[in-house]
C-alpha cells in the first residue's frame, strides 16, 4: 500500500488587538460618565401656571419636586400624578423644556359655596375650607337636588359668585329647584335651576334699578319688585 501523506493544518492564532479593546473601554467609560452626568442634572426652573386657590409652594409639594430631583428621571406623568391627588386640583398639563424646566399648566376646580364649614366644589366633592375662601353660603339641605344645583352652579360665572352672601333652597308647589339669593348688595335673586345662566347678567339688572334695592324674580317672569 501506498504511503499516505500527513496533511499539516496550520491553526492561524488570532492576535488580539490591543488598541481596539483600549478604544471599547474609552468609549464605555466616556458613555457612562456622560448618562451618569445627565441622570445627576436636577430640575432648574418650576413655573406653575393657571392656579388661584392653591399655593405655588404646595404644589410643588404635592409633585415632590421640592428638591428638585433629576430632569431625566423625573417624568411628566409623575408629576402630573402626584398633584392630581390634591382635591381642588381637576387637571394637570406638565411639559419639560430645555435647560431643566418643567412647566406645570393647572386647572382647578371651581369653589361654589360653603356648607357646615365646607367647600362644595364643581366636582360634588365636600372638602375642608382649608385656604378661608370667602364664597356664599347655602343656608340649608340641596340633597334631594345636589346634582343638578352642582351642574347648574357651575355654570355662574366667578365675578357674580362674589356678589352672592347666602344661597337659600326654596321650593315651592310649581318650582322644585327654586333657590332664593341674598346678594351682598342688598338685593334678593329668585331663580331656578334650568334658567341659571340669567344670573350672570346680573350686573346689567341692578344697574336699571338706579341705585333702589329690590327683590329680582328670574325664576318666572323675569321682573322686579322695588323695595320701599
Not at 334658567?195 to 350672570?200: A, E, G, P, Q, R
Request: charged share 30%.
Amino acid at each position: 500500500m501506498p504511503n499516505k501523506k500527513k496533511i499539516r493544518v496550520k491553526v492561524k492564532k488570532r492576535k488580539l488587538k490591543i488598541k481596539n479593546i483600549l478604544i471599547l473601554l474609552l468609549i464605555l467609560i466616556i458613555l457612562y460618565f456622560g448618562i451618569s452626568y445627565l441622570l445627576h442634572i436636577k430640575i432648574k426652573n418650576i413655573y406653575i401656571i393657571n392656579n388661584s386657590i392653591v399655593p405655588d409652594k404646595e404644589i410643588i409639594a404635592n409633585a415632590n419636586l421640592e428638591d428638585y430631583p433629576s430632569f431625566l428621571l423625573t417624568t411628566s406623568r409623575e408629576i402630573k400624578n402626584n398633584i392630581l391627588k390634591n382635591n381642588y386640583i381637576k387637571d394637570v398639563k406638565v411639559t419639560k423644556k430645555l435647560g431643566s424646566k418643567v412647566y406645570i399648566e393647572i386647572e382647578e376646580y371651581k369653589p361654589l359655596c360653603l356648607y357646615n364649614d365646607e367647600i362644595i366644589l364643581e366636582s360634588g366633592k365636600k372638602i375642608n375650607n382649608i385656604y378661608k375662601l370667602h364664597l356664599p353660603i347655602l343656608l340649608n339641605n340641596v340633597s334631594s337636588v345636589y346634582d343638578d344645583f352642582i351642574n347648574y352652579f357651575s355654570k355662574v360665572e366667578n365675578d357674580i359668585l362674589t356678589k352672592i352672601s347666602e344661597i337659600e333652597y326654596t321650593p315651592n308647589d310649581v318650582d322644585n329647584e327654586r333657590f332664593l339669593l341674598t346678594m351682598n348688595d342688598g338685593n334678593y335673586v329668585y331663580i331656578t335651576l334650568t334658567k341659571i345662566t340669567k344670573l350672570n347678567k346680573y350686573n346689567s339688572i341692578k344697574d336699571q334699578l338706579e341705585g333702589k334695592l329690590g327683590i329680582i324674580y328670574l325664576d318666572s317672569g323675569d321682573y322686579v319688585e322695588i323695595k320701599e
